[in-house]
């Protein structure tokens, strides 16, 4: 009898996305993209200055109308597409570039940069438009409610309980391009390895995590990550 498929789990941090031209999450001084933390990027900066926020992210949502998904996104698509077992793609990242090189299911566990939520009604939508803090709810007809779909700092991951169950019941967890640095993301190959599951990691350079993962690619996503798809369907 033919045995199934391995289900595989692979995550994605900002890694795989800088090679298209978008920006890594911090510089070496902390930064994010030229910005401290807690001025753009947490609850209390969006109480405090909402029109700041809003324009960073404005500006974000902008930058990714000009680049395009990279040949480790078309990688990935094509696993998703041709691997005979279930391929779960979960991304830290909040761009587009999965679902626009043809991945489907993408769990984006940090919200979507292209999404808006009102506090007032909890509704989430799909905007591609600059976003103010005049600006009314199409859903609730409110103003002052609607935030950027993003997971700032000291908020809650969305669909973490989903993500868990997906690599305990993995084969293969595969990380890439991920700093190893943000939890619970970076806590996700301690879960596949005590399920027994094999772990992959591809990214450039050795993370913090690095020691607790079978194998290892180092290089750019784009090269490593087209070739270990290749290998693994030719299989």
């Known amino acids: 009898m033919q045995q199934p498929a391995t289900s595989i789990v692979i995550l994605t941090g900002a890694g ?17 993209e030229g910005h401290r933390v807690e001025d753009v990027a947490c609850p209390e900066a969006f109480a405090r200055d909402p029109e700041r926020v809003q324009r960073f992210y404005n500006l ?17 698509a094509r696993l998703q597409q041709a691997w005979p077992g279930r391929v ?6 909040v761009d587009d570039l999965h679902e626009r090189a043809g991945s489907t299911g993408v769990i984006h566990m940090h919200g979507e940069l292209r999404k808006v939520r009102c506090g007032h009604c909890g509704q989430r939508m799909e905007w591609l438009d600059e976003l103010h803090t005049s600006t009314l709810c199409p859903v609730c007809g409110r103003g002052r409610g609607l935030r950027p779909d993003i997971v700032w700092f000291g908020e809650m991951p969305l669909q973490l309980e989903v993500i868990e169950d ?9 990380a890439i391009g991920t700093s190893g640095q943000v939890y619970p ?15 992959l990691e591809i990214n450039t350079a050795q993370t913090a ?15 490593e990550v087209r070739r270990w798809v290749a290998g693994l369907l030719d299989r």
């Open 166 to 174: 997906a690599v305990e019941a993995s084969g293969l967890f595969v």
């Open 209 to 223: 995590v690095s020691g607790c993962f079978d194998s290892h690619r180092v290089g750019p996503a784009s090269v």
């Open 60 to 76: 974000r949502r902008a930058a990714l109308a000009t680049v395009e998904p990279n040949a480790a996104h078309h990688a990935l």
């Open 16 to 32: 795989i996305s800088a090679e298209s031209g978008l920006p890594t999450f911090r510089d070496k001084d902390g930064l994010w």
């Open 185 to 199: 993301a970076a806590g996700l190959v301690q879960v596949a390895r005590s399920a027994g599951a094999a772990t």
């Open 88 to 93: 779960t793609l979960v991304t830290q990242n």
